[in-house]
T-cell receptor, first 111, second 114 residues
């Protein structure tokens, strides 16, 4: 069973920021928050991960609350190609086989 | 860039057939994984491997076996395909060199068992 809760779907206007929330209230101290996305009929694509500090890379930013019970993935300027299912996963630091994908959030970017 | 490739994007097999799904990664990763993905169930881990000739069961190994004879290649075998094995199969790999061990996925094989 996935340890995260995400809204099933969201819409975003092209060019605007997409903010995807994730609740992980049972996260433990040695677990990372990972985000992947899956564009239709393709394999999941790694986006970003973090432990407790906010993270940014060329694809997105990850904001983790101070109590680590929730996080938000931010796509700063969404494009039509960002339409995908986004998965939030919590994973133990030293257990690389424990990647439990839930249902994710289906993000639709609209022109 | 990490590249994980899978032998087929689409495959149609008959019940009872032996099915081989091949996965190859080109980044010298130690760890390789096989998942299946079904609507409403997310990804479920079938088997994984930490090294050549080593394998570990995941959450749903029944009806499957694996083979890792070379570091870059991890094969999933359906000994006798059944209709409930119709699914999207995803291979992934990761390095043991980093504590983060991000998994990188292949494009997937959509298997239909008739």
């Amino acid at each position: 069973d996935a340890k995260t809760t995400q809204p099933p779907s969201m819409d975003c206007a092209e060019g605007r920021a997409a903010n995807l929330p994730c609740n992980h209230s049972t996260i433990s101290g040695n677990e990372y928050v990972y985000w992947y996305r899956q564009i239709h009929s393709q394999g999941p694509q790694y986006i970003i991960h973090g432990l407790k500090n906010n993270e940014t890379n060329e694809m997105a930013s990850l904001i983790i609350t101070e109590d680590r019970k929730s996080s938000t993935l931010i796509l700063p300027h969404a494009t039509l190609r960002d339409t995908a299912v986004y998965y939030c996963i919590v994973r133990p630091l030293y257990n690389n086989n424990d990647m439990r994908f839930g249902a994710g959030t289906r993000l639709t970017v609209k022109p | 860039d990490v590249k994980v490739t899978q032998s087929s994007r689409y495959l149609v097999k008959r019940t009872g057939e032996k099915v081989f799904l091949e996965c190859v990664q080109d980044m010298d990763h130690e760890n390789m994984f096989w998942y299946r993905q079904d609507p409403g169930l997310g990804l479920r881990l079938i088997y994984f491997s930490y090294d050549v000739k080593m394998k570990e069961k995941g959450d749903i190994p029944e009806g499957y076996s694996v083979s890792r004879e070379k570091k870059e290649r991890f094969s999933l075998i359906l000994e006798s395909a059944s209709t409930n094995q119709t699914s999207m199969y995803l291979c992934a790999s990761s390095s043991s060199g980093s504590i983060y061990e991000t998994q990188y996925f292949g494009p997937g094989t959509r298997l239909l068992v008739l």
